[in-house]
């Protein structure tokens, strides 16, 4: 499969002279805006503490409310629950309709030996994000996607940050690849 940067546009050659990132963009621009009207600004990593604040109710109520940081956090019901939920049904469907049944390789290190190892690292690399952004009292999607779309100038400077530091790790993680 092509990689979608690189992808034709819908509609056939030639149809549009906006290659299809900016399309998405620009979809993506005005979606987050109205998000942003109707509910307010949004993220994804509250979700997750939101969720095990859910589970301690349950099992042990007392303990949950004596906590404050999941007092704090809240009803797991908020918009961001349903947007998480979306994430994970979209990337399954859109994976699905694409055909694709692996997640893809283009830059496997040289400890990504087996597919349960790429999912072991995805894995942690994602709970790492998820447990940075809770520590540090944020939401790195909501910094950037919902500050980038209020205009907040921290947003920018921090998804100037985040990419910056993907590109470097993407790099030398290429590198080690090739070695």
Known sequence: MAHPATQ???????????????????????????????????????TYPRFIGAIFRRLTPDLAHANPYLEKMGSLIKPETFLVIGLLIGGFLAAKLAGDHAAPAEYPHPGETTKGKRYRDAFIGGFLIVFGARIAGGCTSGHIISGITQLSVSGMIFAAGVFAAGILTAKLMHRGAQS
């Not at 056939?12 to 900016?22: E, Q």
């Open 8 to 46: 034709a546009p819908p509609g056939g050659a030639g149809s549009s002279k906006l290659p299809a990132w900016a399309k998405l963009g620009a979809i993506f621009g005005v979606v987050s805006a109205l998000s942003i009207l109707t509910w307010g600004p949004i993220g994804v990593s509250g």
